[in-house]
């Protein structure tokens, strides 16, 4: 089964930075989807942005050129960095996992536990 551990959330100011940090219980992320979503009180939850096996990432319009997902997969950890932030961020972050089976002819998805993103002066 696989785990996943979220960090590095906490409180910024508008403007600052935070990095959000996912590791995985094993050598997963190569072949795997990682998304990260998040939900703020009142909203749908929301697809922030992914990252494929093959390292080839989409995001949300309103995080474009503020947001960067990453892995490094010697660490099993797919990282969030968030720079330029604004209140509008505000939310619980969830890391998202889709592992292929291809037995299966789908996938296993598996959730972090949420970790709080708080954006205010």
């Known amino acids: 089964q696989v785990q996943l551990v979220e960090s590095g959330g906490g409180l910024a100011q508008p403007g600052g930075s935070l990095r959000l940090s996912c590791a995985a219980s094993?050598?997963?992320?190569?072949?795997?989807?990682v998304g990260w979503y998040r939900q703020a009180p009142g909203k749908q939850r929301e697809l922030v942005a992914t990252?494929?096996?093959?390292?080839?990432?989409n995001y949300t319009e309103s995080v474009k050129g503020r947001f960067t997902i990453s892995k490094d997969s010697a660490k099993n950890t797919v990282y969030l960095q968030m720079n330029s932030l604004k209140p509008e961020d505000t939310a619980v972050y969830y890391c998202?996992?889709?592992?292929?089976?291809?037995?299966?002819?789908?996938?296993?998805?598996?959730w972090g536990q949420g970790i709080q993103v708080t954006v205010s002066s």
């Open positions: 998202n996992v889709r592992l292929p089976i291809v037995r299966l002819g789908g996938y296993m998805e598996y």
């Open positions: 094993g050598s997963i992320f190569n072949n795997a989807r």
């Open positions: 990252i494929t096996g093959g390292d080839s990432a």
